[in-house]
């Protein structure tokens, strides 16, 4: 287990002991950064939080229709093949591929984007991505909240499955955690990751099933995109909230200690090199 010193009282933890338990203890702080993240997001626009569900719907409305309208495509080995079952599977794999992209691409500013807070010796810096992650997560159950309903009214219905979801998404927010504590240190030495980040995170929206089946994959290819975390997330998602199939639990588990190991290492990077951002910055 990776031990660090986060420079905020003495002894050593467990690294990701020591971050739940600061974030524990400055809850207040924790919830406050929440809202205000939340806030800033939609300060000034008339719709406000609405916007966080009305884009989703906007993409959706959009690929359903080239996908589905224009190219015929239907959604091939489970349910009916509807232009509804398309259109929500589709909504599960841009929700959760955009909860991704929206923490990674914001994650290299982070620090940048706070730098009175750098200068403060004992804020806990590292809550700043925690923060972000989790007022992504906000908006992701949103959207998931809005997708129960919709397969509740408008496809098969709900199964006892969809209980599991939040099971099933927490390999993702461990591995955006772990990648946004290290793009967020990154991004104080190294201010081109901001131009990469972009271009990268739109390239794993096609190496993820968002737009089609791993089945539809060549089986020589299918164990490679099981490395993705996102990959197996988007997948079991959609089997327990739109087809009632239970998750495989040996892929999960496999997947949930990886994005464990990642968070931890995350956690450890950015321990290590916040101790030169006041020298950067």
């Known amino acids: 287990m990776f031990a660090v010193d986060f420079g905020m009282g003495g002894g050593r933890d467990w690294v990701l002991y020591r971050v739940l338990r600061q974030s524990w203890l400055q809850r207040q702080l924790f919830f406050k950064l929440l809202r205000r993240d939340f806030a800033e997001r939609y300060r000034g626009s008339y719709l406000g939080v609405v916007w966080s569900l009305l884009l989703p719907l906007l993409s959706l409305l959009v690929f359903t229709f080239f996908f589905g309208v224009i190219f015929k495509m239907r959604w091939a080995g489970h349910g009916d093949g509807s232009l509804s079952e398309l259109a929500l599977v589709l909504f ?7 909860f991704l992209a929206e923490c990674l691409s914001r994650a290299p500013g982070l620090i940048l984007a706070h730098q009175n807070y750098v200068k403060n010796v004992i804020f806990p810096l590292e809550m700043l991505p925690a923060v972000m992650v989790a007022s992504a997560l906000l908006t992701l159950a949103a959207t998931l909240l809005v997708i129960l309903l919709l397969q509740a009214t408008m496809g098969a219905g709900l199964g006892w499955t969809a209980l599991l979801l939040p099971v099933t998404v927490l390999p993702l927010a461990l ?5 946004s504590w290290v793009l967020a240190s990154l991004g104080v030495y190294i201010r081109d990751i901001q131009q990469l980040i972009v271009p990268l995170v739109q390239l794993l929206m096609f190496l993820s099933p968002v737009f089609y089946p791993v089945a539809a994959l060549p089986e020589s290819i299918r164990p490679w995109l099981q490395l993705n975390p996102l ?16 998750p495989a639990w040996t892929p999960y588990l496999l997947c949930l200690l990886a994005t464990l190991l990642i968070a931890l290492l995350g956690a450890w990077w950015f321990a290590r090199t916040r101790q030169g951002f006041a020298d950067v910055l």
């Open 231 to 246: 990959a197996l997330v988007i997948e079991q998602t959609r089997g327990i909230v739109l087809f009632g199939q239970p």
């Open 175 to 179: 591995f955006v955690l772990g990648l």
């Open 92 to 98: 599960v794999g841009l929700a959760l591929y955009n």
